[in-house]
């Protein structure tokens, strides 16, 4: 097996410069990198990342647990991550967690395990104590986490509330005062906060709360048509509803025109997420963009400062970072009938 000093000689360059080109230090010239690159494949060399590990106590790798991967909210948030990773010589392990606190804890012993320098984990389910522990063997970025009064956490939030306040006003400028709420699991932040917004709303807006216009999802489009089945059950139909999240608000259009009615022109739905399949359903889908992408690129620039600021400096203190959301306006909201 060919090692770093082989390499080295059929270039004709530096170990040092070897080590420089594969670990993507700026200040290589480009001849240098193309004759080390050109020897690597020549000599067919591979990175022995156990022993580069043991060295310098680095794997270069991040973790991202995630809850979901059948939802496509979350492979872009993974995207974002990656891109932002492989641009600073990171490599990422991906791990699906199925929303089981005991797959979540797994994955993280194994991520450990694997000297992993961060893990960012999305929508946490274990307890304030076991994050602690977490910390005192690598670095973690939470995800849609409920806010905690711990110096050194790092959060990556979105603003739900307001999200979820500029969907219901929408849909209060269309004149629509009979509107449902399907939610998603309540065990999140993201979920409390949409929630928490919907009954701020109506109070707001002097709308007396119906129980009957309430139902709970679980973020999968079938939830969203079971709700609806529901919902269109009631004796006022609601004129309008918003869904937590776009599967459920598909699931939503699916059980209504299943009735043989139509949206907008008989009840408008409301998502929240734009997913790629929004723009995709039929009507299109007027929802809440929430920044996906762009939640994995701010947990990774928050993991990489972390990584880089010595321990115990002011730098280690942690940042709560609240990214915004924004409204997409397509075809499935409309004015509210009259009756």
């Known amino acids: 097996m060919a090692t770093m000093k082989d390499v080295a000689r059929e270039a004709g360059v530096s170990l040092g410069t070897v080590s420089n080109v594969f670990n993507n230090v700026p200040t290589v010239s480009e001849e240098s990198r193309r004759k080390v690159l050109a020897a690597k494949k020549l000599l067919k060399y591979r ?25 496509p909210f979350y492979p872009e948030l993974a995207r974002g991550v990656e891109d932002a990773a492989k641009k600073e010589g990171f490599s990422v392990f ?19 395990e694997k000297n992993a320098d961060g ?11 076991e994050i602690d522990e977490i910390y005192e063997n690598c670095d973690v970025i939470l995800v849609d986490c409920n806010e905690i009064s711990k110096p050194h956490y790092d959060i990556v939030n979105v603003d739900d509330y307001d999200g979820a306040m500029k969907a219901l006003n929408l849909l209060y400028e269309y004149g629509h005062r ?32 119906d129980e009957g216009y309430v139902k709970n999802g ?12 529901e919902l269109l059950k009631n004796l006022k139909p609601p004129t309008a509803i918003f869904a937590a999240n776009d599967l459920m608000a598909i ?14 022109f008989d009840i408008s739905v409301m998502g929240y997420d734009d997913i790629d399949m929004a723009s995709l359903s039929n009507p299109q ?9 762009e939640i994995g690129l701010e947990s990774v620039r928050i ?33 509210a009938s009259r009756d």
């Not at 991906?94 to 991520?111: F, P, T, V, W």
């Not at 999968?220 to 609806?228: F, I, V």
């Not at 699931?251 to 907008?264: C, D, F, S």
């Open 47 to 71: 990175v022995n990342t156990a022993a580069r590990t043991l060295k310098t106590k680095t794997s270069r790798s991040i973790g991202l647990i995630i809850p979901d991967i059948n939802n």
């Open 94 to 112: 991906l791990c699906n967690n199925d929303r089981n606190i005991n797959k979540e804890r797994e994955y993280i012993n194994l991520l450990i």
């Open 119 to 129: 893990i960012i984990l999305v929508k946490p389910q274990i307890s304030v104590e």
């Open 178 to 209: 009979r509107i449902a709420y399907i939610s998603g699991l309540k065990d999140s932040q993201s979920s409390q906060l949409r929630y928490s917004a919907y009954l701020r709303f109506l109070e707001d807006k002097g709308i007396e709360l």
């Open 218 to 229: 679980s973020y999968d489009w079938y939830s969203g048509y079971c709700a609806t089945v």
């Open 251 to 264: 699931g939503a259009i699916k059980a209504i025109q299943e009735r043989r009615l139509k949206v907008p």
């Open 285 to 293: 889908l007027t929802t809440i963009r929430q920044p996906k992408y």
């Open 303 to 335: 993991l990489l400062e972390r990584l880089k600021a010595p321990k115990n400096s002011e730098e280690q203190k942690g940042q709560q970072s609240i990214l915004k959301t924004e409204v997409i306006i397509r075809e499935s909201v409309g004015y």
